[in-house]
């Protein structure tokens, strides 16, 4: 099995910032893309940011600019820094690893962690 653990969700005020952070670990291969998804209280889950592993990046319109996806892919390890933070930010962040190849299976599988909560008072 993959496991996905996310770290660096809490509480902070409009404008200010946050990193978070998600490890994957189990008997990893390769990880063809990671990314952070989001769900706000009310609303559906939606993506915020992907990175490849050759480091191609996208973003949702409402994270360009304000948010930076990075990748240590060494360290199956992927990293969402978020400035300028606003209280339409505020939702479940969650990481996902996508064509994950381990030892026992060859077929690509995508992981979910469970999930940081982030919360933009103001």
């Known amino acids: 099995q993959v496991q996905l653990v996310e770290s660096g969700g809490g509480l902070v005020q409009a404008g200010g910032s946050l990193r978070l952070s998600c490890a994957a670990s189990?008997?990893?291969?390769?990880?063809?893309?990671m990314g952070w998804y989001r769900q706000a209280p009310g609303k559906q889950r939606e993506v915020v940011a992907t990175?490849?592993?050759?480091?191609?990046?996208n973003y949702a319109d409402s994270a360009t600019g304000r948010f930076t996806i990075s990748r240590n892919t060494a360290k199956n390890t992927v990293y969402l820094s978020m400035n300028s933070l606003k209280p339409e930010d505020t939702a479940v962040y969650y990481c996902n690893a996508d064509g994950v190849i381990t030892t026992r299976y060859a077929d690509g599988m995508a992981y979910w962690g469970n999930g940081t909560l982030v919360t933009v008072s103001s």
């Open positions: 189990g008997s990893i291969v390769s990880i063809n893309s």
């Open positions: 990175i490849t592993r050759g480091g191609s990046t």
